[in-house]
């Protein structure tokens, strides 16, 4: 049963169709036929033109299952459509894999609430991590009300950096963790096409490391950036106006704060990711978020098209900002 914004594409994609030379016929569900790789290309370029960009697809019982985005005059909407046979060798994409950076009380929580929510229609499968994995001493109730100073002790940040040997080894066992995740956790769950959002990632610690109490070298700080397990992230780089922040959360000074914002704006420039400022409303955050993901999932999926034989459709003027993450 297909829902009515489903039902609504598959009659704005039969009108799309016919109008290029193909067909979409219908039985229990649609299928798409006489559409060879023009066709495609002209196809979704004209449903992009309506506001309607194919982000996704899976194989579905014996058919596809599409993910689709309505780019609309606010929050996009997200949704599924169930696909029969096709004459068109849709590609198998993979999940989705976010991380969300920036200061204490920009809103990164309340943020990716919103984000997994509206997501959910396409990525039924969602898991959330903070900033690490924590397969290796993952964090307890114990742990947030403990005053140990030792290895297992966590962060806070008011509290003094560890010694130079106890934070390097420390930093090897978050390398650990995010060796371990990789292989356990995120890399399957990404290949069954679920969505991996991480509030807080690795990076975090180039901008903050006080709040992480590390205190050995910094050169090794990106260094071990660079050896972590690489798999395509999406990065989402979060700002707002410092009495915006600090009336939120007063953890750091203003200075300390100002310095936060510049390094994470440095940051989202080499990243080549999404910057979004959070204090005009959280509708707004939302919006410009939702959109610059559906962006780079429509680029992805042409990219994937390209894969299987049929080339990628131009993107509208409105698509050109895609935004294409550098590896983590």
């Known amino acids: 049963m297909q829902s009515s914004a489903a039902t609504q594409f598959v009659e704005h994609f039969r009108r799309c169709a016919g109008s290029v030379g193909a067909r979409l016929t219908y039985d229990e569900r649609p299928s798409l036929e006489a559409c060879g790789a023009a066709e ?26 599409l993910g689709v985005m309505h780019a609309t005059g606010g929050i996009p909407e997200f949704f599924n459509v169930e696909m029969g046979r096709s004459s068109v060798a849709f590609p198998a994409t993979e999940g989705l894999f976010l991380a969300f950076l920036g200061p204490d009380g ?23 991590f903070h900033w690490r994995p924590q397969l290796i001493k993952p964090r307890t109730q114990e742990d947030d009300v403990g005053n140990s100073s030792g290895w297992t002790a966590i962060n806070r940040h008011g509290d003094p950096p560890r010694g130079r040997a106890l ?64 798999r395509r992230v999406f990065f989402v780089v979060l700002d707002a106006d410092e009495r915006v922040i600090l009336s939120r959360k007063q953890e750091v000074s203003l200075d300390e704060l100002r310095a936060q914002r510049r390094k994470y704006a440095e940051l989202a420039g080499a990243l080549h990711c999404l910057h979004v400022r959070t ?4 509708e707004q955050t939302l919006t410009e978020v939702l959109r610059g993901i559906g962006q780079h999932l429509t680029h992805r999926f042409d990219e994937c098209l390209h894969t299987v034989g049929h080339p990628a459709h131009v ?14």
């Open 40 to 65: 495609l290309s002209v196809l979704l370029t004209e449903l992009h033109d309506t506001g309607y960009s194919i982000i996704g697809s899976r194989p579905h019982r014996t058919g596809t299952r």
């Open 106 to 128: 920009v809103g990164k929580t309340t943020t990716v609430d919103g984000v997994m929510a509206r997501l959910k229609p396409i990525f039924e499968e969602q898991q959330l």
């Open 167 to 230: 934070s390097v080894m420390r930093l090897g066992g978050v390398y650990a963790d995010y060796l371990v995740g990789q292989r356990r956790l995120i890399r399957p769950a990404l290949d069954r096409g679920a969505l991996v959002v991480f509030d807080r990632y690795y990076h975090d610690i180039l901008v903050d490391s006080r709040r992480y109490r590390y205190g050995g070298p910094q050169w090794l700080l990106p260094m071990m950036k660079h050896f972590l397990p690489q």
């Open 279 to 282: 204090d005009f409303g959280l």
């Open 315 to 328: 993107l509208a003027p409105a698509a050109a900002s895609v935004t294409v993450p550098k590896s983590a």
